[in-house]
């Protein structure tokens, strides 16, 4: 019962390095969500896909890229880190886009920029 | 656009008494989804419950139950019986009906349950 699974959970990257975050979920879901959690913010959405091959910008998008080549993995990419993307990232996943619909979560990546 | 508003940033409740936390909700849709999630100390998040915009009755999940004003634009999660386990911080989110819809969050709600 794997659910969504996040790598890494944790990293330190030095500013101006880039990292991949990969999330990858066991569910078939068609929709995949990357949330960034920082403290007194909530959690903010980054960039989703609403299905294999698609990908659309959230509410924070600046400095991330996605992708999602094969419906299951959906990957966060940061080309040139900043200390401002020191944050936990959440990835989710959901089978269906209506209102009943919630999310799966993964536990989460924590990421320091130094 | 669609907002979620805690104006809780923390509360404070005994064990076994009961606690409400507040979210109110802005949006110009009529089909909506209204969620609850727990985060422990251990990050992850967890699903606690789920109201539909048509639901005539308030949604209840074992201690946990949904206090539902329409009008009022409010979804407040009430906690009875408090338990220490239930310390945590809590996101009210709300889901549209109109486009691919996404999950919006409030900033939540940390919940300190005293001994």
């Known amino acids: 019962n794997a659910g969504v699974t996040q790598t890494p959970k944790f990293r330190v990257l030095k500013t101006g390095q880039s990292m991949t975050l990969l999330c990858a979920q066991d569910?078939?879901?068609?929709?995949m969500y990357w949330y960034r959690q920082d403290p007194g913010m909530g959690l903010r959405l980054i960039h989703y896909?609403?299905?294999?091959?698609?990908?659309a910008k959230g509410e924070v998008p600046d400095g991330y890229n996605v992708s999602r080549l094969k419906k299951q993995n959906f990957l966060l990419g940061l080309e040139s880190a900043a200390p401002s993307q020191t944050s936990v990232y959440f990835c989710?996943?959901?089978?269906?886009?209506?209102?009943?619909?919630?999310?799966?979560f993964g536990s989460g990546t924590r990421l320091t920029v130094v | 656009a669609q907002k979620i508003t805690q104006t809780q940033p923390g509360m404070f409740v005994q064990e076994k008494e009961a606690v409400t936390l507040d979210c109110t909700y802005d949006?110009?849709?009529?089909?909506?989804?209204l969620f609850w999630y727990k985060q422990p100390s251990s990050g992850e998040m967890i699903f606690l419950i789920y109201?539909?915009?048509?639901?005539?009755q308030n949604a209840t999940e074992g201690r946990y139950s949904l206090n539902f004003q329409k009008a009022r634009k409010s979804a407040n999660l009430v906690i009875s019986a408090s338990q220490l386990g239930d310390s945590a911080m809590y996101f009210c989110a709300m889901r549209v009906a109109s486009g691919y819809s996404t999950l919006t969050f409030g900033k939540g709600t940390m919940l300190l349950v005293s001994p």
């Open positions: 989710a996943s959901s089978r269906s886009a209506g209102t009943s619909y919630g999310y799966t």
């Open positions: 896909s609403v299905g294999e091959g698609t990908t």
């Open positions: 109201q539909g915009s048509y639901d005539e």
């Open positions: 569910m078939n879901h068609e929709y």
């Open positions: 949006t110009s849709d009529q089909s909506y989804g």
